[in-house]
């Protein structure tokens, strides 16, 4: 089995920072394509960043230069430090992966959640 566990939200003043952690645990061999998603209120989950190889990231367009995703390879964890939040940050933040694990086996994972909320 292999999991995804966030931390690190929480309620924030617009113009704050919160640094995100997504610490992946179990028979891992490799993770691919470490990233994270966020699902507001009444809204479909989409993409925030993601880590598509060693030297390239994608991060949608609301985020960019406010938001840097990283990863710690040797501690299989995965970060989003976010600065300068918005009201329209507000969510709930999903770590995702795509992960090999010991067997062989491609399966794709998601975490539980961490909600992120920035007020007025």
């Known amino acids: 089995q292999v999991q995804l566990v966030e931390s690190g939200g929480g309620l924030v003043q617009a113009g704050g920072s919160l640094r995100l952690s997504c610490a992946a645990s179990g028979n891992i061999f490799r993770v691919n394509v470490p990233g994270w998603y966020r699902q507001a209120p009444g809204k479909q989950r989409v993409l925030v960043a993601r880590i598509i190889s060693s030297d390239s990231t994608d991060y949608t367009s609301s985020v960019k230069g406010r938001f840097t995703i990283s990863r710690d390879n040797a501690n299989n964890t995965l970060y989003l430090q976010m600065n300068n939040l918005k009201l329209e940050d507000t969510a709930v933040y999903y770590c995702?992966?795509?992960?090999?694990?010991?067997?062989?086996?491609?399966?794709?994972?998601w975490g539980q959640g961490t909600l992120v909320t920035v007020s007025s």
């Open positions: 995702h992966a795509l992960v090999v694990d010991t067997t062989g086996r491609n399966v794709e994972v």
